[in-house]
């Protein structure tokens, strides 16, 4: 057996002991907890093998507070001579547990070729996965080239400003050439970058009176109902229409989209104990938030003209209609070219350890890759790892064992074919 597949292979039970007992470290986001043991259990497995580990608390960012600090840690390895960086970034947060478990959200519980638990796909498997990549090259290719990173960053899950966003801006990837990001996309495919986002806020405004004389005020929220059958009829069709050369997964997310993610309007809802009776107001204010998510072949000021559009025409025909728009976040879409270095590298090592063609996706949703891309100034960049998305933020999450291990294959192979002089087979 060649080397290095055999350096992965005699590392199976490693592998399995180090998801499990990150899986078991519960870092859960909202609202950030853990974060800095995650990194020092990190810190106390590589740094006696001769990594350099900085840890950086992103202080000041969304959530940072001495009750719950957004820790990061970047392990480094300079070889033997100069040459290209390779990093490897991994989101250390999970989401909330949620209901319909039948497993231990936190026990890691092995099961045949499964772990389970909440952020074994999403992403402690392919953080686990990079590790054993990186320690399986090493050990082969003590004297490689350039040098080896690999990070474990906050907050992904919530918008990634106290994890990636706060380290490209202290410049963390000005010297690196490639990055790898192990989301679960799937051992045999790449994932070359994401959709755009949109989210804002619409408000329509009235005037508050008694329910009893409707009349003598201006409901908000048939203002709204107005602004909604204005979506219906319009934009939806319209959106539905849009098609992207992107090649997003699943096929739904190949046209823009557009969800309400919330509405709001007329009195406050009370608590589920409380047991008193509503009181009877004309609404004065009702707001939605709209979750807008666009093309590559999209500019984001048409994006937002399509909606400023719609609310003008809706005014235009209904008296006394008057609204607000915010906007609340957007992201702008990232795709990396099939060209650059780190796909092709990747797509030639999916083909030699698993013996056919890489599939090429494209994320409906965002990632860390956005702050890398507009921050870090780094196109060289792609998601890459083990696991099935559909099973991420679900409940009885799982990683596959035997995923985990091929796509530790692809990485280490990956750093064979970038760092190692003597590249040879897998
Ligand atoms: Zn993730």
Same mark, same amino acid.
């Given at each position: 057996m060649n080397l290095l597949k055999a350096a992965i292979a005699a590392r199976r039970d490693q592998l399995i002991a180090l998801t499990q007992d990150l899986i078991r470290i519960p870092t859960l986001n909202p609202p950030g907890r853990h974060y800095r043991d995650i990194c020092d259990y990190l810190q106390a497995r590589m740094a006696p093998q001769g990594w350099e580990c900085e840890m950086i608390r992103a202080h &000041? *960012? +969304? &959530?940072?507070?001495? $009750?719950f600090p957004r820790w990061n840690i970047v392990a480094r390895r300079r070889g033997a001579g100069p040459g290209d960086c390779v990093h490897f970034n991994s989101h250390h947060d999970v989401v909330e547990v949620g209901h319909g478990w039948t497993r231990d959200p936190f026990g890691a519980e092995l099961d045949g070729d499964r772990i389970y638990g909440r952020g074994a796909c999403d992403m402690k498997g392919g953080l686990a996965a990079s590790i054993i990549a990186a320690e399986a090259f090493v050990a082969t290719c +003590?004297?490689? *080239?350039g040098s080896i990173e690999i990070s474990a960053t906050a907050d992904e899950e919530s918008g990634g400003y106290g994890g990636v966003a706060f380290l490209a801006e202290r410049g963390a990837y000005a010297h690196v050439d490639h990055v790898i990001i192990p989301e679960p996309l799937h051992k045999d495919r790449i994932c070359l970058g994401h959709r755009g986002v949109w989210w804002a806020e619409i408000e329509t405004q009235g005037r508050i009176a008694h329910g009893s004389m409707p009349f003598l005020g201006d409901c908000a929220v048939r203002h709204m109902g107005a602004v909604l059958a204005e979506m219906e009829a319009a934009l939806w069709p319209l959106l539905a229409a849009k098609r992207t050369e992107m090649p997003v997964i699943p096929e739904g997310a190949r046209s823009s989209t557009l969800n309400i993610n919330a509405i709001h309007g007329g009195a406050a809802e009370q608590a589920e104990d409380y047991t008193g009776l509503p009181t009877p107001c004309v609404p004065d204010r009702c707001r939605i938030t709209i979750d807008r998510r666009f093309l590559i072949e999209e500019d984001l000021a048409e994006v937002k003209a399509e909606v400023t559009a719609l609310l003008e025409r809706v005014r235009a025909r209904r008296p006394g209609f008057r609204y607000e728009i915010r906007d609340l976040f957007e992201v702008i879409p990232s795709m990396t070219d099939r060209e650059a270095p780190v796909v092709r590298t990747t797509a030639a090592a999916i083909e030699r350890v698993l013996g056919r063609e890489a599939g090429f996706v494209v994320s409906p949703g965002t990632y860390d890759q956005k702050h890398i891309d507009r921050i870090g100034k780094l196109k060289n960049c792609i998601a890459y790892g083990p &696991?099935?998305?559909?099973? *991420?933020? $679900? +409940?009885d999450e799982w990683i596959g064992v035997q995923d985990m291990l091929d796509s530790a294959g692809v990485m280490a192979l990956v750093l064979q074919d970038l760092l190692c002089r003597e590249a040879g087979s897998y």
């Open positions: &000041g *960012a +969304p &959530g940072d507070s001495e $009750q +003590p004297d490689h *080239a &696991g099935v998305l559909d099973l *991420a933020h $679900q +409940p």
